[in-house]
Structure formats: structure tokens, C-alpha cells
């Protein structure tokens, strides 16, 4: 296992539940001493103890390994408050409708932030009957390109995945679509706001 639970992180969400040492041994039937030593560096928890010990912080076990605490503030599962997880090892790409512990090929992935489109990733829209034409002036060569492009409404999302040496362009049905993402292998997420005006050609 690559990654195991740290006395930061135990001290850290101990303290955050406001449990002294005293409180947190008596919870999972240890001595004091143990949890000191853990805290501090001098030795680990048993593997079977990780599930109780969670449980006494009020958190998931992978939590517990990733020392923090989450909670999904997007309960109604709003699309437009998705999060998206993209591993740098395979590509992989995981959409959440909140926040969430995320791995893949052993990575934890942190949730991307978008920036908003730019120069040099200017992403351009053009109404064609009922569908977004989707198109990003970028490089598509096999070490610089846009590995997907995505369209986000408030009742789902459309994903189109790109590949090197292709077009860095999609269609999407307009159908309530409010955000357009593209993903650059080598600078992350950028995204662009859809208006209101869904027959002005936008860019």
C-alpha cells in the first residue's frame, strides 16, 4: 500500500472532531500511548484498526488515508457544480457531482479548476440547427493536444473524447447547455460560459 494514514493527518482530524487523545483511544480500545505514538511519528495503526479509527473521526476510510475531510456540498447533484478528475498516468476521466477522494493508477487526484478560455485556448461556438459546433484553434500533436471537449447543462453532460493528430472539435445538442470544457494535456482545464442567446454565433 502506497499510501497509509500519517499522525498529521490522525491529529488533524482528531482535533477538528475536538477529541483529545484520551477520547479518541477509548473510542477504538487503545491506550493513549498508542495514539500519541502515531501522532507523532513513532509508529502506525494496525491495518484492522483503520476502519474503527474512521469511523471515531465520523469519516470514510479513504478519507482517513488521504488525511481530509470530504463533504458533498452539492446534494441536489447540480451538473453545473461537478467536479472532474482527470489521471495524468492514463487519461482517465471521472466526473463527480461533488467533491470527492479520487484515484486512479494509484494517484489521488485532485479535482482540475477551470480557467476561462483564452488566446491561446480560445474556444469557439457556432449554432448549426440544434447543435453547438464546438471547434479549439490548438495543437493536436502527440505531445501537445486537447484530449476532450465536454458540454455541461443543468440536467447532464455530453463528452466527446479527442485523440492526437485529430480534429479539436465537437457537436453538442444545445438542449440547455450552460458551460463548454476543453482539456489541454499540458495546461488543464478551461472552460466557456454559454449566454442566453442560443442563435448568436458566439466566440
Not at 124 to 144: F, G, L, W
Not at 175 to 190: D, P, Q, T
Request: charged share 25%.
Amino acid at each position: 500500500m502506497d499510501n497509509y494514514v500519517t499522525g498529521a493527518a490522525i491529529k488533524g482530524l482528531r482535533e477538528a472532531k475536538c477529541l483529545t487523545q484520551e477520547e479518541l483511544a477509548a473510542r477504538i480500545h487503545v491506550s493513549a500511548k498508542a495514539v500519541s505514538k502515531w501522532e507523532t511519528g513513532r509508529g502506525f495503526p494496525d491495518i484492522s484498526l483503520l476502519e474503527p479509527l474512521a469511523e471515531a473521526l465520523d469519516i470514510s476510510v479513504i478519507e482517513l488515508l488521504s488525511g481530509c475531510t470530504i463533504r458533498n456540498r452539492n446534494k441536489a447533484a447540480n451538473m453545473l457544480r461537478s467536479r472532474l478528475y482527470v489521471c495524468p498516468a492514463c487519461g482517465n476521466v471521472i466526473q463527480a457531482t461533488g467533491e470527492a477522494v479520487v484515484s486512479c493508477c494509484g494517484i489521488t487526484l485532485p479535482p482540475q479548476e477551470a480557467e476561462e478560455a483564452e488566446e491561446e485556448h480560445p474556444i469557439r461556438v457556432e449554432v448549426v440547427e440544434d447543435e453547438y459546433h464546438v471547434s479549439v484553434d490548438h495543437p493536436m500533436t502527440k505531445a501537445h493536444y486537447l484530449s476532450f471537449l465536454m458540454a455541461v447543462s443543468d440536467q447532464g453532460t455530453q463528452f466527446v473524447r479527442l485523440y492526437p493528430e485529430g480534429n479539436a472539435e465537437a457537436r453538442f445538442k444545445i438542449s440547455g447547455v450552460r458551460i463548454l470544457y476543453a482539456f489541454c494535456n499540458r495546461h488543464g482545464l478551461f472552460q466557456h460560459r454559454i449566454g442566453r442567446e442560443k442563435k448568436e454565433v458566439l466566440s
